[in-house]
């Protein structure tokens, strides 16, 4: 199953307002339905990719009966989620690393929705009905609850002092769609983030042979791959050493249209397999990220998200 989506802000904090919403704070972290209907715990990312073996602190989750949780599993650093300090952790399968990773900085899975429970499916109530069945269950260690709150206003102020990402709106007599965008969750950040695929690369300047940049593109509704920008600043240490052994050389462009030749001058391409995080601050008229921070690479999407008119 993949988990239900939100819907984009029209604008910055341009959140829908009144009694028939409810607010969470929008996590910065991996999303992953906890999944306890089978035999044993499985961890599915929203590409429905196993990551179990990355998390072995969620092991606990297994005692809550036959049901399917909805959550994101974040990590900490100085006091808030930081999906840098995460980015380490989503590739590991090796179970003894993993272990050791999670002895010294444990993840928390923060989960804010319930699809089914001791077998029986939920995703047919409303919201407020599944945050109640919800609000009711023993959770393990490693493992919060999301809170709800009932003023957007008050949350998207509080969650921009403390740093947090930005606020979720849910309509409380939705249903869980799953798989689906919905306007009935509508979301909103404080840092405007997106995945991109990498559709090409250029070195270092200096001739090192180390990355210097990438070229980010982004699918439009008619599946054309779109240019988006390039991005040095965040390629360091272990993501450009990932990112060295991920790219597939290839001998032409993959993007369906014409890359600036000032961003294309030296430019190396690969297949669009490789997704990565950014940051950025906003998006010009004609659709490019300005001043773009690849924050680490996503194993948990299989495409980016949409291009989108800016």
């Not at 606990?60 to 009966?65: F, I, M, Q, R, Y």
């Not at 989960?111 to 109530?125: A, E, K």
């Not at 030296?266 to 997704?275: E, K, Q, T």
Request: glycine share 10%; hydrophobic share 40%; aromatic share 6%.
């Amino acid at each position: 199953m993949e988990p239900m989506l939100a819907t984009p802000a029209p604008q910055v904090g341009a959140l829908p307002r009144g009694p028939a919403w409810a607010y969470e704070v929008k996590w910065d972290g991996v999303r992953a339905l906890a999944d306890t209907t089978g035999t044993a715990l499985r961890l599915w990312s929203r590409n429905e990719r196993d990551v179990t073996p990355a998390y072995p602190e969620l092991a606990g989750l297994a005692s809550v009966p036959a049901a399917v949780l909805d959550g994101e599993i974040v990590l900490l650093a100085g006091g808030v989620p930081s999906f840098a300090a995460l980015a380490e952790r989503m590739h590991v399968r090796d179970a003894r690393r993993a272990a050791a990773l999670a002895r010294r900085q444990p993840v928390s899975y923060l989960v804010f929705d319930v699809l089914r429970l001791d077998g029986v499916d939920l995703t047919d109530r409303s919201y407020d009905e599944r945050r109640d069945v919800l609000g009711r269950l023993a959770l393990p260690e490693h493992v919060q609850l999301s809170p709800t709150y009932p003023d957007g206003d008050d949350l998207w102020q509080v969650t921009r002092e403390h740093g947090l990402e930005g606020v979720v709106a849910k309509r409380r007599t939705s249903t869980y769609q799953a798989g689906r965008r919905s306007a009935d969750w509508v979301k909103s950040a404080h840092v405007r983030t997106r995945t991109a695929v990498v559709g090409g690369w250029r070195e270092e300047s200096t001739g090192t042979g180390r990355l210097g940049a990438l070229m980010l593109g982004a699918y439009d509704e008619h599946g054309a791959l779109r240019f988006l920008g390039r991005a040095g600043s965040g390629l360091t240490g272990p993501v450009a050493q990932d990112l060295g052994r991920l790219l597939t050389a290839r001998g032409s462009s993959p993007f369906d249209d014409e890359v600036p030749a000032l961003d294309a001058r030296g430019a190396r391409w690969c297949d669009p397999l490789v997704v990565v995080d950014t940051r950025y601050l906003n998006r010009t008229p004609d659709g490019r990220l300005r001043q773009p921070v690849i924050r680490g690479i996503r194993t948990d999407a299989a495409a980016a998200d949409p291009w989108e008119q800016p």
